[in-house]
């Protein structure tokens, strides 16, 4: 989101309430969404659903398209649309519901920098998996990814959208030196994220303890998500399942805030 | 002349004959040459003849320093930060050309078994293998939070950089472009310089997921912004303390210093990002005391080079004596070449009359200094 445009969320953002009828925008769940979309889709769910503010799910085949920034998932709110975690957190800050308020200078930075670190290693793994692992492209990418990517898509157009978004993740791979990674050495830096944040949860309820926060909706979302989708190998799975206290973390943020919405 | 190397290679062992030898043989050289770029050849030479079976140390290619810093560029500082705090024995090989790095990139570290790793990450975790582990005594979680702060680095201050030495027009043309084109060899300095401009630009792109990035005032607040945020998280960590984790430095503490150095130290006409680090007075002690305990000689060479060109700061050249002298020497060649080829002087008249006088005055010489033996 553009500084000119941020100003402007926020100045009007203040001034008007949380709406009844906010709306999320992601792709088909069913047939389309991928990995990673899913998993931040999730994510700001998760978030939302913490600070207590009502939304609507909503699926579309060209949410792509239809986000600001061409990313998944984003919120429509009055009228005004934020697309991502990051800029939807200071939205609703603006709005005067926020999560992290009760945390001291140091537990803020550190909060800022493990959500950098799922960004920069779960997300980032995850895309390599959907897209750019060679020794299982067979089975991965065209079997799962491609196919779900281009499903809404007819014939030849399906297979030209397919291929230009593989080949854009491929660059930025290069770009970020992910490039030369083997599929292992990828699962190794999976496992290393997830103990880091197994080590930094320790026994707490939440990442800084009773309360939640947005690296908790982070977390949640890319967790429960590789939890649950099924690939062609489990081995994604396998590597979260090791951290135990990661487990029973997704475990109960899905009981406090999902189960009983939907029961 | 600056010697390409430091540490490690100067603590090798050589035998009793050769602590007589060796240096007679250097300064010879360096008297010579007038630079002592061959100590690198003489230890390996050294090392070869006398048979000794010690492992060759890994090899490591950075880029040369300036402004007081080990190297310019961040990835290299990073490991050499990382390899000065696990006390790593590299062989340091400071360049300005990456074509003459194995991997034709810079860092790179060329291992005694003839791999060639690139990637900072992948340096330190081969060097932690080789039992340099400068996070030896973090606590599990202290590694958490390195791996944490390592990610929003990566993540906020990376494109900032970026940004502020290759996009941001004036930066580039008046620093950037002009150090690497004064440092790369002849034919190279023309076109390196640019494309690594278009590397920079398409990685930044890539990294924001910005397909018509253009550099411009909204990019620069955006990214300074996140940069500045960044920097105030890694001051609200480090508090008090003299390194981030404790009193010994840790990799994070090499990661921090490889991103900050550059910012503090570099000359920036636009320095809207060093301004904002120079308020906070942690990072930047931080950074200078880094600086002074690991790496003194960089810190006092600095000195000499800004306190001279400060008088005269017009086009600063390495080794500007030498090559002005080379080119007076070349010009006077030419012009006696010349002036002998259209005959406005000639020598011959001279070499007769050379000829004609020396056999009286050799006759008196030598003959009766003979006579008195």
């Known amino acids: ?263 | 002349g600056k010697r390409p190397m430091t540490g490690a290679s100067e603590t090798w062992q050589l035998p009793v004959w050769e602590f007589v030898l060796v240096p007679l043989l250097l300064h010879r050289l360096t008297k010579l040459t007038g630079s002592d770029k061959y100590v690198d050849h003489v230890v390996q030479w050294c090392q070869v003849t006398s048979g000794l079976k010690m492992a060759a140390p890994d090899e490591l290619f950075c880029w040369e320093g300036d402004w007081g810093l080990p190297s310019v560029s961040t990835d290299c500082l990073v490991v050499l930060a990382y390899a000065q705090f696990a006390g790593a024995p590299l062989k340091l090989r400071k360049i300005s050309n990456p074509w003459r790095s194995p991997s034709g990139s810079l860092p790179a570290l060329r291992t005694n078994q003839k791999e060639t790793l690139s990637r900072p990450s992948d340096i330190i975790i081969h060097l932690r293998k080789q039992k340099y582990n400068a996070d030896y005594d973090l606590s599990a979680k202290e590694g958490a939070d390195s791996l944490a702060f390592i990610s929003l680095l990566e993540e906020k201050l990376t494109p900032a950089l970026i940004y502020a030495f290759w996009i941001e027009p004036k930066n580039y043309v008046d620093v950037t472009r002009r150090w690497y084109a004064e440092h790369l060899p002849f034919p190279l300095n023309f076109f390196l310089p640019g494309r690594m401009q278009r590397q920079q630009l398409e990685k930044l792109r890539l990294l924001r997921g910005d397909e018509s990035l253009e550099a411009g005032e909204e990019l620069e607040k955006e990214m300074y912004r996140d940069a500045a945020e960044c920097m105030n998280l890694l001051s609200q960590r480090l508090g008090s303390h003299k390194f981030f984790f404790g009193d010994s430095p840790s990799s994070l503490d090499a990661y921090v210093f490889g991103h900050l150095a550059p910012i503090l130290k570099s000359k920036l006409p636009n320095a809207k990002l060093q301004q904002h680090l120079k308020s906070l007075d942690n990072l930047t002690n931080f950074c200078t005391n880094i600086l002074l305990l690991y790496f003194p000689r960089d810190g006092r060479e600095s000195q000499k080079t800004t306190s001279q060109p400060e008088g005269a700061d017009f086009d600063h050249v390495p080794n500007k004596r030498r090559k002005q002298f080379l080119s007076a020497l070349v010009a006077l060649g030419a012009m006696l070449s010349y002036a002998l080829l259209t005959g406005m002087v000639s020598i011959q008249h001279v070499q007769h009359e050379a000829l004609e006088e020396p056999p009286d005055l050799q006759h008196i010489g030598p003959h009766e200094e003979e006579g008195d033996g």
């Open chain 1, 1 to 263: 989101m553009s500084l000119a445009a941020e100003a402007f969320v926020s100045q009007i953002a203040a001034a008007e309430p949380w709406p009844e009828n906010a709306t999320l925008y992601q792709p088909l769940t069913e047939d389309q969404i991928l990995l990673s979309d899913c998993a931040s889709s999730l994510a700001v769910q998760a978030y939302l659903r913490m600070c207590g503010l009502p939304v609507q799910v909503v699926c579309r085949a060209n949410a792509e398209y239809m986000s600001p920034s061409g990313k998944i998932p984003f919120i429509h709110v009055g009228n005004q649309v934020v697309s991502e975690l990051g800029p939807i957190v200071q939205f609703t800050r603006a709005k005067g519901h926020s999560l992290s308020d009760g945390l001291d200078d140091v537990q803020r930075a550190e909060m800022k920098a493990y959500m950098e670190l799922v960004n920069n290693m779960l997300l980032t793994a995850e895309l390599y998996i959907q897209w750019c692992d060679d020794a299982t492209a067979a089975e991965v990418c065209m079997l799962i990814s491609r196919p779900r990517y281009s499903s809404p898509y007819s014939w030849p157009l399906s297979n030209v959208l397919a291929y230009q978004k593989q080949w854009e993740v491929r660059r930025k791979m290069n770009a970020i030196g992910w490039g030369g990674k083997t599929l292992e050495q990828v699962y190794e830096d999976v496992s290393q994220c997830c103990q880091a944040l197994s080590q930094r949860l320790g026994t707490q309820p939440y990442f800084f303890n009773k309360q939640p926060t947005e690296l908790d909706a982070l977390v949640f979302g890319h967790l429960f998500t590789i939890l649950t989708t099924r690939l062609t190998s489990t081995e994604l799975a396998e590597r979260v399942k090791s951290c135990s206290n990661l487990l029973s973390f997704c475990k109960r943020i899905e009981q406090t805030y999902f189960e009983d919405k939907s029961s």
